[in-house]
């Protein structure tokens, strides 16, 4: 029988599950390496002049930055130091 929180009928799963075996679990842990700390505003400057991503950009045009990702570290930096590079470029930049 599966036991686990909330309310409802767990019937149905029961029944969809009684000739299937559940193979044996164990709890496991993963420790992943930290990177190198970046200088997050300077690579994405460097970036941006590099691969030339704002040159086509005209005068006045209104550019939208998506912003939203969880799990991004220094994302309310990114988007300020994209927000400077667009105004720079000469866009009005704005975030959705």
């Not at 994405?44 to 969880?70: F, N, W």
Request: charged share 30%; no cysteine.
């Amino acid at each position: 029988m599966i036991h686990v929180g909330g309310s409802g009928d767990w019937k149905v799963i029961e029944d969809l599950l009684k000739s299937i075996e559940i193979p044996r679990m164990a709890k496991v842990r993963q420790i992943f390496p930290h990177p190198k700390e970046v200088d997050v505003a300077g690579e994405l400057r460097r970036q941006i002049a590099e691969k030339k991503t704002l040159s086509s950009l005209k005068k006045g045009s209104r550019i939208a930055i998506a912003v939203g990702s969880r799990g991004i570290s220094n994302l309310p930096l990114a988007v300020r130091v994209l927000g400077e590079e667009v105004r720079a470029a000469g866009g009005e930049p704005f975030i959705v």
